[in-house]
């Protein structure tokens, strides 16, 4: 495991990772670039209000119960019905790209372009993740690369010591011991979306962000309870395609940011820890090629070599095809031959 000390400081490649013939607009600046005026320091409260603890305690702790009770309902009855499989799969598909498409690669790091509805349209559908406020989300991650695996970085698990019980320390609060912290709430992280903020549609959606949270169990709990007519079947759809789907989609996010910092290939220069983990790749829908994003982080690409499988990417190839998605940016042979640290 490299030393945190010897990280030297993130450098990226904002200023040429567009379409060849463009000027890359101001937006990307605002998604890539570091944000003059905030303190690399630690300047958010370390302990949050009591309120946001509960609230994360809750979002952490009901998933996990239902995953508990899903392995016992699965020991005593068996499969769970295809029904149920299906809401759960399709669910964390659906939601888990609203996450990588929506609210990482356009809304963060602006990697293409698309019309207003299309963007309010992933926000909507990231938000059904219950990964917290969409725009306090893609702030979070702005400051993550502006400090990646150095003091200031929200969620690196290099900032805990030296040590395997500090190794431990480091995993747990990049894994979601850092959402107890008061950088949720903090007024400073307003400085790293002002480009969202401007946009009035996506600001009204983030704040019926609750309403968005009660769609994301209510939903399923309907399918399940329609389509058997029974109570037990709105019960089990609540279970499965609510909150296993939850439990799944969080942890698989939350990976990204304590496994791919920790565990996988490095594949590029990126003045950080970050690695390729392939396994994360694949679960993470092409998020946990997270050594190539930390390269370049506009890219829409995550997977660069043939055989990195990149869902999300395919998705964005998909809008482009259907006349939704244009100037896809991504990095020149010259500019990975520059930053490539294997053959």
Known sequence: MESSAAAPSLQPDHDSLHPAGTTEPTHLHLANAPVPGVSRERDFPVEAPWPQKVAMLLAVTLPFAAVILGIVLLWQRGFMGWLYLAMLLVGWALTGLGITVGFHRLLTHRSFDTYRWVRATWMLIGALSVEGSPLVWCAVHRRHHQYSDQQGDPHSPHLAGDGWLAWWR??????????????????????????????????????????????????????????????????????????????????????????????????????????????????????????????????????????????????????????????????????????????
């Open 170 to 343: 480091g995993l747990w609060h990049s894994h979601s011991g850092w959402l107890f912290t008061g950088i949720w709430s903090h007024p400073e992280m307003q400085r790293y979306i002002p480009d969202l903020l401007a946009d009035p549609v996506l600001v009204k959606l983030d704040r019926l962000y609750f309403v968005w949270i009660l769609l994301s169990f209510i939903i399923p709990t309907a399918i399940g309870g329609l389509v058997t007519g029974t109570i037990e079947g709105a019960a089990l759809g609540l279970l499965w395609g609510g909150f296993v789907r939850v439990f799944v989609t969080h942890h698989v996010t939350w990976s990204i940011n304590s496994i791919c910092h920790l565990m996988g290939q490095r594949e590029y220069a990126s003045g950080d820890h970050s690695r390729n983990n392939w396994v994360c790749g694949i679960l993470s829908f092409g998020e946990g090629w997270h050594n190539n994003h930390h390269a370049f982080p506009t890219s829409a690409r995550h997977g660069l070599r043939w055989w990195q499988f990149d869902c999300s990417w395919l998705v964005i190839r998909a809008m482009e095809f259907c006349g939704l998605a244009w100037n896809l940016r991504l990095p020149s042979a010259q500019q990975m031959a520059d930053k490539r640290l294997v053959p």
